[in-house]
């Protein structure tokens, strides 16, 4: 196979082959990261239909908005993986690959001839990365799960929204989010255990799992305090103030964490008198008192509109923020500066979110959009060797 | 320095030292992770008070539990960086480390001299990250930012909550540890193009820039079409039903992708005459008639318990779940099966999560607890070749 040429702005991935056989989002945003930071990513897709996601509304001309987001920076093959012939050229394609990833149901793989034993016979340096619902084992392995099957059954809805309220998801997909960046993580460290190894471990993540990992705090509460964490609004469960409020027009949040920061926002909101009051002159006590210093701060806050008080809290330095809209976010100085977005391909008005990791090399990833189905088949195949009459017979008889 | 002898349970990063500068969460998190994937962390903290969670409540016995979670498989090591004596130990530290984690604001750690130019000249290959609110660039770097903040300014708060309803945090800290998992795969790219280069690349993460990220499609519909995604209770902006669902007794969500998934579901629930009716046919169909399915299925959901529901869902293969309390999470048989509650240290009755990557040499992190203040002072010193009346004197004058 040919090597790639080294690019000029090479990512810190840069010379890493991926195999990615995922298909809606918890695997194509691992995957879309991976190409971000430079690897070659080979989106494999089932011939005629691809993933799921290419059907997803609303569509820009004729293709999902959805899948165009995550599947940035990727190569599309069409393969029919139950046909002998195509499960040979992905056997082919793996020969040369570093890492694969697959987000299918558990056991799919393995009755495919294409687990991580099959691959590691072709290839043993190959890191074999699985994303699943709930994990390769255990009495849910085979169920199918989606984000908001694992926000609730792992507690995560019950810690969001309204104290009392109805259940609320977290209102991006961090379900499968979360699930993808634990696994670009175990692919990461498998790729660095190889250096000193030689072998390609497989790496196995689950959804479910992920979720409680991110509830690490609210699970350690669980386990060794008498408190059950629950869904407070906007307030952190430890620390106070640190939450949202209403001003005189706009709410806005707050967050006071140090003793000096304490200090700080009582000067700014001319609460100085809060500062020898016993019931909050600790961050403890000010957290086991937020009944009582809710309603204070409360009343001060209605007394100016939020401009002015971001503009007084950045005078003393106290953490605070505008409850933006992500309209409103994008337009901020801030993100502005750190060109946290990106038009793909450049100059056609079509704008994503960039990967959030600066680094040199990182800043690249704005110049390939989602493929097409099927859009690099002739190139891939003939790089495994295949000639233009043996490619045209595999698309007459659908294996790719 | 002594390398640290092989394990036999090795894990991937094992052999990885890293120099963990980080103090709060989002730093913490992310080395956290490096340890339980073998790495050798040692945490830096100021002599006397070390890390400022060291004191958050609630405590077990006299040590803090939000402390305790996040550090595990750390040694710490006391060192007042403003004294000539404890920089040049950490630049003596740094020569024999692979990885340097900080998350001060930005300009701190150049002022002390310890900047990356700085590390460099002692070890051109070490991996420098730094984790801040708002990166080490642009208007807004020199500001403290906390979780609520980053959700806050985002638009991670916008999107979360119900309808109408007010300002909702995710109830996890997302704004730090979604930096924390974007800096662990800035760090763990930066390894592996150091295996190529040779040499150590700095690594910059902004939590701002990460909740972004994690907005993903969110950022998308913003910016490429009319709509303005808000806040749906538990609802996915793109895909219906996928929610949760009152019942006869407690809420349950269900997750309808695919129209076979719909029909399962339509079947599961007796109301196979949906299936014919066409504002219902197709994904984006049932999402825009949104408002006129969901009063059908309530009704539906209304006859029976949520376990009932359940059960059927489970024959159908239909994803569903019940809306878990943490508490009720961490019982379910799947999370048992998975072990994902490990005890630190054994027999302590001190539980917490474990990282949710299964990988060979993964299962081992439970051995080790977070580390008392200056816990490892003498023994990672006599590694640095100082000898006791050395680290008596450094004791005694407040460098360690």
Redesign the interface.
Known sequence: MTPIPPNESA??????RVIDLTH?LSGP?CTW?LGA?GADVIKVERPSSGD?TR????M?EDES??F???NRNKRSLTLNLKDPRGKELLLKLAKGADVLVENNRAGVMVRLGLGKEDLAKVNPRLVYASIS????????QH????????????????????PG??????????GD?GAS??????I??????R??TGHG??????M???Q??????????????D??????????P??AP???FATADR?????V??NEQWERLCRAMGLEHLLHDPRFTT??RR?ANHGELEPILKAGFSSRTREEWLQLF?EF?V????????????E????R??E??VEVPPGSG?????????????IRPSASPAPRLGEHNRGILAELGLGDSEIDQLEREQVI
Chains 1, 2 share one sequence.
Do not use: W
């Not at 059907?55 to 609303?58: M, S």
């Not at 619902?133 to 849910?140: A, C, D, E, K, L």
């Not at 960046?181 to 175990?186: E, N, V």
């Open positions: 990512g810190p991935l840069d010379g890493i809606m945003y990261l930071l799921f059907i997803v509304e609303p820009l908005l959805y165009m987001s995550v619902g709930f994990g390769q084992s255990g009495p849910y169920r199918a799960a989606f984000d908001v099957v694992v926000q609730a059954l792992s507690g995560m809805m019950s810690v969001t929204g309204e309220g109805g259940p609320c998801r977290v209102g991006t997909s961090i989010i960046l634990f696994a670009t993580i175990g990461l460290s498998a790729l660095q255990k250096h000193v471990d497989a790496v196995d993540v689950s479910l799992d992920c409680l990992a991110l509830l690490e705090n609210a699970v350690a509460r669980t386990l060794n305090t408190e059950l964490p629950r869904a407070l609004g906007s307030r952190h430890l620390i640190f939450q949202a709410p806005l949040a707050v967050c964490d140090t961050g403890s957290n950045d330095d953490p605070s923020s505008p409850i933006n809209s992500v309209a409103e976010a994008l901020d100085p801030q993100v500066h750190r946290m977005v079509r704008r994503f979110v960039d990967v959030p990791i600066r680094m040199p090399g990182s």
